[in-house]
């Protein structure tokens, strides 16, 4: 079983930046990948970005280039650097790991971005 805990979300002003954090525990297996999704009020869950325990990362489009996935794999926890933040980036922000052929979901962190 792996528990998960999220911190870092928040209200901002459009341009802003936030900063989550998601660390894992409770595995003594590889935790791999980890990531972010994300949902707002209406819609589907997304996949925000996503990062390998070698450093590969893959981002959603929308996010390109205003946001950066991290991980420290020591502490098995992922991070996720949000800039140039705008009211569309307003969403609940769930970590999602895998684990042994599993996969592990935060509870959520709300982000919004409103001035």
């Known amino acids: 079983q792996v528990q998960l805990v999220e911190s870092g979300g928040g209200l901002v002003q459009p341009g802003g930046s936030l900063r989550l954090s998601c660390a894992a525990s409770?595995?003594?297996?590889?935790?791999?990948?980890m990531g972010w999704y994300r949902q707002a009020p209406g819609k589907q869950r997304e996949l925000v970005a996503a990062?390998?325990?070698?450093?590969?990362?893959n981002y959603a489009d929308s996010v390109k280039g205003r946001f950066t996935i991290s991980r420290d794999n020591a502490k098995n926890t992922v991070y996720l650097q949000m800039n140039s933040l705008k009211p569309e980036d307003t969403a609940d922000y769930y970590c999602?790991?895998?684990?042994?052929?599993?996969?592990?979901w935060g509870k959520g962190t709300l982000v919004t971005v409103s001035s």
């Open positions: 999602n790991v895998g684990a042994r052929g599993r996969v592990y």
């Open positions: 990062v390998t325990r070698g450093g590969s990362t």
């Open positions: 409770g595995s003594g297996f590889s935790i791999d990948p």
